[in-house]
């Protein structure tokens, strides 16, 4: 791999160096490790923290979500390592969950009804976490890619939880409309992040 | 962005493949899809790998956007209220001679007190109390410490708790800075750990006042009071 960058060589090191860390932390979780739970609490609060205010948009709130969350890592940290993702990703997609759960709770719209991150998920053969991290660097630049308004939106589902209908009273064009321009960027995105 | 020629549907040949299985799984992953469909689609998600495995690599993809958020540090009563949930309240360390006599003398005292400040306390293990009235707002917060076992119970007793703030509890000795204790809850009662200095000498600690101030949402910026104090009440010893 003469080619690899030594920016690019460096990144990812430190970015496995991290991700085993946090892998490591919450193994000792799993077990009921109190210290190592303190440990990721600090390590990964402030990020997860920041979704949760993403999603809520009040503190009160996302501080409500953020305890529901650590009490789902607590608790399900032993069935973490079935489930796939690599182990920010996870940490991750509980806190966004949660939040959207209380965001659609206040909204009176029913929460989606079944936690996915919890389900057991083999990783496919021969895609490895190291193939995912190299997917996340990509992601931006490919959202660059797409137009402005779109990628507005991808971000908008993502970090502010905004639905189909959110979009569509926003825009003032059909559900159906929008269903179709968002899925139709989203493939593109995919396409461009697996080149 | 200037550019005004955005393709429509038509004048994109290039379009990717669309696949109505590959638009669930990341509508899946986005919780875009409503009660109905997710529910089916978690039937695939256990049902078919291939499923599973694509909605895990958007979960895996978008991830990255919530990896660049500017990171937030939660005020550090969140993660008190998160040990209380989690681990309620500290074990109680095994009852000396002195806690003997204390016990001995305390239950008595504690059935008068269970019925001065409200029935569902812990009181049975509180040895130290003290009660906040603010009484132009109809508000009541009651503290119950359990110094053996370092914890006190904020119980908003009456009232309500305010819309756009937070109530935070302050525990003051005498020419020392006020500590913060946490939060008052918004209903019911709530057990936080003390903080480690206050335990310290929480059993013992003479002319001691409890305070409660109006603070911003998640409590005071600072660490010290920031907003007006409410209601102060000396410590008492049961």
């Known amino acids: ?195 | 962005m200037s550019d005004d020629t955005t393709p429509g549907p038509a004048t994109e040949p290039d379009d990717p493949a669309f696949d109505e299985a590959g638009a669930q799984a990341v509508e899946y992953a986005l919780g875009l899809l409503d009660a109905q469909e997710s529910a089916a689609a978690a039937v695939r998600m256990r049902a078919e790998p291939v499923f599973a495995a694509e909605v895990r690599a958007w979960q895996e993809r978008l991830a990255r956007l919530a990896a660049d958020l500017p990171q937030v540090p939660p005020h550090y009563t969140v993660k008190k209220r998160l040990d209380a949930r989690l681990f309620a309240a500290p074990a109680r360390r095994g009852l000396g001679l002195r806690g003997w006599l204390a016990a001995a003398l305390t239950a008595a005292a504690v059935a008068v007190a269970a019925l001065v400040i409200a029935p569902a306390l812990m009181t049975q293990q509180a040895d130290r109390i003290a009660e906040l009235s603010v009484p132009d707002r109809g508000l009541r917060i009651t503290t119950a410490f359990d110094t053996d076992a370092g914890a006190v119970e904020v119980t908003l007793a009456e009232g309500p708790a305010p819309a756009d703030g937070d109530l935070e509890v302050w525990w003051i000795s005498p020419d020392a800075a006020p500590v913060s204790l946490g939060l008052a809850p918004h209903d019911g009662t709530v057990t936080l750990p003390l903080p480690r200095d206050v335990a310290a000498h929480a059993a013992d600690a003479q002319g001691v006042t409890i305070a409660l101030s109006s603070e911003p949402r998640g409590g005071s910026p600072t660490g010290q009071p920031t907003g007006p104090v409410l209601a102060t009440a000396p410590l008492t010893t049961l």
């Open chain 1, 1 to 195: 791999m003469q080619g690899s960058p030594a920016a690019g060589m460096d990144m990812t090191t430190t970015t496995q160096a991290r991700r085993s860390h946090v892998e490591t932390m919450i193994a000792q979780v799993a077990l009921g490790d109190r210290a190592a739970f303190d440990a990721l609490y600090a390590a990964t609060s402030g990020r997860l923290y920041a979704i949760c205010l993403s999603v809520l948009k009040d503190r009160v709130e996302a501080e409500e979500a953020l305890q529901d969350v650590y009490v789902s890592i607590w608790r399900a940290a032993g069935r973490y390592t079935v489930n796939g993702l690599s182990p920010m990703t996870w940490l991750i997609t509980v806190a966004r969950n949660r939040a959207i759960d209380r965001l659609r709770a206040r909204k009176g719209v029913a929460a989606v009804p079944e936690d996915a991150v919890d389900l057991p998920t083999p990783v496919p053969d021969g895609e490895t976490h190291a193939i995912r991290a190299e997917q996340q660097q990509h992601l931006l630049e490919c959202l660059d890619e797409l137009d402005e308004d779109r990628a507005t939106a991808v971000r908008g589902v993502y970090l502010e939880g905004m639905s189909y209908a959110d979009m569509a009273q926003a825009q003032g064009v059909p559900l159906n409309t929008v269903r179709t321009w968002l899925r139709r960027s989203l493939m593109r995105l995919k396409d461009c992040v697996d080149r």
